[in-house]
Every structure is written in C-alpha cells, then in structure tokens.
C-alpha cells in the first residue's frame, strides 16, 4: 500500500511539474553579444555579432525624449552601458540592471546640484493584465513580462547595451 501510495504521488508530482509554467526559461541558441534599444522605434533588439535574433516592442521613462540627466526626470539614458546585474525578484517579474550612471553621468547631475539616479533595469510588467499604452516608466525600459522571460534568460550579465536615441 506504501509503494503504491508513493507511486501515485510521484507520478501526480511529476504530472503538476510538467503544467506549471516557470518565469525562468532556457535558452541554446546563439550567444547575446549585445543589446541594441531604439527610443525612437520603441524596440530592443538582442544581437549576436551583426545579427538580430529577436526583437521586442517597449515603453520607456515618462518623459522620452532626451538623455536621463537627474533622478525623477522621467527621462531613460543615452549611451553606451552593461548589463550589470539581475533581479530574479522583481516588483516587475523580472528585471535585468543596467550601469547607469557612468562617471560621466554623476558629473553632469554633480554640475546641476542633483543625484544622477540609478536602479535603471529593462523590466517586465506589474500589473501584467493592465496594458501600457503609453511610456509609464521612470527611466527604465519595459517589455511584456512574455518578453522579459526570454530576455532573462538570453542576455548574461556585462553584456553591452547601446541605448539610441
């Protein structure tokens, strides 16, 4: 009676494994070499060497246009960055840290009298129901968490990221 009880239950075990969905996929293809984010377009691209092998649809900070100069200004960075950390743990699913601010980047907030700001990730969704018509952010880039799922699992920590205009 044991054996079978543990039978059954390894088996409704495995079966309940097999229907969830996990937040953390696997990736084998080609290496990310780098990240390309257009603000204009309001797409990223995840690149392998001069090839795209996937492109997303984003939002960005509240106030778009421009490089991000102070913390609160709405605005998301220009320039040259690493992906430099991850956060499995997110308030938006997940969230891959961008390096912002550079040296150069507290110089110019330092000149204005103001913080430079920090914690700029590419992020999914809060409320993953409510859907974003609009750039909502603070300064970050925002995908659907569908998309940052398969970022996160993509694209390795000190990966660069060009942030265009």
């Not at 953390?24 to 092998?53: A, I, Q, S, W």
């Not at 984003?58 to 956060?87: Q, S």
């Not at 129901?129 to 398969?150: H, L, M």
Request: net charge positive; charged share 25%; proline share 5%.
């Amino acid at each position: 009676m044991k054996r079978r009880n543990l039978i059954l239950g390894g088996t409704a075990l495995v079966a309940l494994g097999a229907c969830s969905s996990s937040k953390f996929k696997r990736y084998n293809g080609p290496e990310v070499t780098y990240v390309v984010v257009n603000k204009g377009d309001r797409r990223v691209f995840l690149m392998h060497r001069d090839k795209v092998l996937k492109s997303y649809d984003m939002k960005l900070g509240f106030a778009p246009v421009g490089h991000k100069v102070y913390e609160g200004d709405g605005r998301t960075p220009e320039g040259l960055y690493w992906i430099d950390r991850r956060n499995p743990n997110s308030s938006y699913h997940l969230s891959l840290g961008i390096s912002y601010p550079n040296e150069r980047d507290r110089a110019v907030a330092a000149e204005l009298g103001k913080s430079p700001g920090g914690d700029i990730f590419i992020h999914g969704q809060k409320t993953p129901k409510e859907k974003n018509v609009s750039d909502w952010t603070w300064g970050c880039i925002a995908v659907s968490n569908k998309d940052i799922e398969e970022m996160y699992s993509m694209v390795t920590d000190n990966t660069p990221i060009a942030i265009n205009p």
